[in-house]
């Protein structure tokens, strides 16, 4: 059982940065494959980030703004979000899966574990 906990959002101006942490409870952390996903009001939850064995993995949307990183030591994966923008503004994911596929993680269904979310809102 993995237990993420999520932190770091809140409310910044366009073109601000944010980091979100997520915490993992588990001693195997490195095991694990992690992602990040999003969630606006009215849309699906969609893929940000992930990063597992072979390096992360970033969706067109935020490519070359926002980067994922581990640490093994903490039991901790970041997001880090800079250019923000308005359309960036979601609930705001971490989940943990032990697939050895990369190409299995921009999908939800990859994933065992979530955390109960951290809200970015971003103002224009």
């Known amino acids: 059982q993995v237990q993420l906990v999520e932190s770091g959002g809140g409310l910044v101006q366009a073109g601000g940065s944010l980091r979100l942490s997520c915490a993992a409870s588990?001693?195997?952390?490195?095991?694990?494959?992690m992602g990040w996903f999003r969630q606006a009001p009215g849309k699906e939850r969609e893929f940000v980030a992930a990063?597992?064995?072979?390096?992360?993995l970033t969706a067109d949307s935020v490519k070359g703004r926002f980067t994922i990183s581990r640490d093994n030591s903490k039991n901790t994966v970041y997001l880090q979000m800079n250019n923000l923008k308005p359309e960036d503004t979601a609930v705001y994911y971490c989940?943990?899966?032990?697939?050895?596929?990369?190409?299995?993680?921009?999908?939800?269904?990859?994933?065992?574990?979530w955390g109960q979310g951290t809200q970015v809102t971003v103002s224009s």
């Open positions: 990063i597992g064995w072979s390096g992360g």
């Open positions: 989940a943990a899966t032990s697939s050895r596929f990369s190409d299995t993680y921009y999908h939800l269904p990859t994933y065992g574990y």
């Open positions: 588990t001693r195997t952390f490195s095991n694990y494959a």
